[in-house]
């Protein structure tokens, strides 16, 4: 436990550091880049105020870039992990996935080094296939809103100013909204017209994650690499799943990575 908080410390000291330097480049451009209409998270947060008109300090903009560092890590890393085995557990969709990979390959020039974002926008059968996998398995849980008026559900009632909790699993199993909900069916995507509300991996409206789409994007370069080069054996192919915090094989999803070619 001693040297697993010395790493963490050592981490955070390094994080730090980093985020101080882009805090600071941050503010000598912000004049420049809101002339052009250009904000990101951090100018956001500079300008961020209470009611009392008092801004954030330093300290505090940099612990909520970090939050958002590691919340974005853990959700990709998860979602990853699950597009791998819904994968591997459907042998004729994990062909349909690499031979799109191996296409792309096939159409790259040869001076070119690296996957390029035209290539990911190629990747309409991977693009299903993370679609339908962050509705599976429905990483994302806590998502509040607040009652503005009282409501009636079913007999329930609602009040006024009372925090509601939108679970998100609910919505994506609901055989109302998806046939079959529990099958892994990247397939339900093809020409699928989402109704509002019905598919919120990464909640919905004006306090959508933030990083919905680096964590897709991360997925996508991560199951680019993976598909063209490794294959999964699963230790314990049977193994329960545990669904708190979040969904996962109760043995950490234990096996051996084997790099294929």
């Known amino acids: 436990m001693f040297l ?14 980093l ?4 805090l600071e480049e941050r503010k000598k451009r912000s004049g420049i880049e809101q002339k052009k209409g250009q904000k990101g998270m951090i100018d956001l947060l500079l300008e961020a105020e209470d009611e009392n008109g008092k801004k954030l300090e330093d300290v505090h903009i940099i612990d909520l ?25 459907h042998p004729e ?11 792309i390959i096939k159409r790259r020039p ?52 009372w925090q509601v909790l939108v679970w998100t699993r609910g919505v994506h199993m609901d055989p109302e ?21 019905s598919y919120i991996p990464f909640g919905g409206g004006p306090w959508i994650c933030p990083g919905a789409d680096l964590t897709k994007l991360e997925i996508y370069i991560f199951l680019h690499y993976f598909l063209l080069n490794y294959k ?10 545990a669904y708190l915090p979040v969904p996962r094989p109760s043995d950490n999803c234990l096996a051996k990575v084997i790099r294929v070619g």
């Open 110 to 161: 040869s001076t070119q080094k690296g996957l390029t974002l035209e290539e990911i926008k190629q990747m309409d059968y991977l693009a299903k296939v993370i679609d339908e996998t962050m509705r599976r398995s429905s990483l994302f849980i806590p998502i509040f809103r607040e009652a503005k008026v009282d409501a009636n559900i079913q007999g329930y009632t609602v009040p006024k100013g």
């Open 232 to 241: 999964l054996e699963l230790q314990n192919p049977e193994c329960p799943v």
């Open 177 to 197: 909204v998806y046939t079959n909900p529990k099958e892994f069916d990247p397939s339900r995507w093809d020409n699928h017209t989402t109704k509002p509300g």
């Open 65 to 89: 870039l970090i939050i958002n560092l590691l919340a974005g890590h853990e959700s990709s890393a998860h979602a990853s992990m699950w597009a791998v085995l819904y994968l591997n557990q």
């Open 93 to 103: 969709m994990l062909q349909k996935a690499k031979q799109e990979q191996e296409e």
């Open 19 to 22: 985020l101080e330097e882009v």
């Open 4 to 17: 697993h908080a010395t790493s963490n410390d050592k981490a955070r000291k390094l994080l730090v550091k």
